[in-house]
């Protein structure tokens, strides 16, 4: 038998390194967290790859917004909330359990996986009162109501291109009565400061309600000027 070529004793090597298993290299890579938060614990999946991209994971923001809710002791008992980009959900789950009738809203691919976390997390008296639907911004906001009492979004300013459609959809959601909850990673790369402090204020009253320095986000408590 004839010894291996250095090429064969190299695949050799990389077999051992690099099992062949398929699902290792799936489009999808599915991981669920554990999350304590409000006195609930919520089993978040999050499914990685590139059919869902920045939609997939649970990002810093959105747990300090979540965390926001939990030290300021939020009650949303009796309160129409929809969020807007929700990704894996986490934030309008939270807000369902805290008593809200929730409209919890993205675009399409990611639906799937907020149905998902939806049915995990919340008792049958919640599931009730909590939907998962479509929501482009600057397209498709006139099917939706205009009577929120909360609107909530979680690192949704990041794509510049974006913000002239997420101000659009504000405007239209965000009643006399709305408040709005923006929480941000203040990326200077995508112009964050820029929506902020430029684009947003021509049609909203902003407070800054929250800041964490170290992670460098910011959460923003939002009025119409109808308001002022």
């Not at 926001?68 to 929809?82: D, H, L, R, S, T």
């Not at 820029?194 to 800041?211: D, I």
Request: with cysteine; glycine share 6%.
């Amino acid at each position: 038998m004839a010894a291996p070529t250095a090429e064969e004793e190299a695949e050799g090597v990389l077999a051992l390194v690099f099992p062949r298993d398929l699902e290792l290299f799936a489009d999808a890579f599915p991981v669920e967290t554990c999350y304590r938060l409000c006195g609930h614990e919520l089993r978040i999946a999050q499914h990685h790859g590139a059919r869902l991209g920045v939609a997939a994971p649970v990002w810093e923001a959105a747990l300090t917004l979540c965390e926001y809710f939990e030290a300021q002791k939020m009650n949303f008992g009796g309160k129409k909330v929809i969020e807007l980009g929700a990704g894996t959900g986490i934030v309008g789950i939270l807000a369902a359990l805290l008593g809200g009738d929730v409209t919890i809203t993205d675009l399409p691919l990611a639906l799937k996986q907020i149905e998902e976390n939806v049915h995990n997390n919340l008792p049958e008296e919640h599931l009730t009162r909590t939907r998962v639907c479509t929501l482009s911004w600057g397209i498709d906001q006139k099917d939706f109501p205009i009577d929120y009492d909360i609107i909530l979004g979680a690192d949704i300013v990041y794509a510049k291109d974006t913000y002239p459609l997420l101000i659009r959809t504000l405007r239209y959601l965000c009643g006399p009565r709305s408040t709005i909850y923006l929480s941000s990673k203040m990326r200077r790369e995508h112009s964050t400061m820029e929506f902020f402090e430029t684009l947003l204020p021509v049609h909203f009253v902003l407070e800054l309600a929250y800041r964490d320095e170290n992670e460098d986000i910011s959460v923003y408590r939002v009025t119409s000027k109808m308001n002022s």
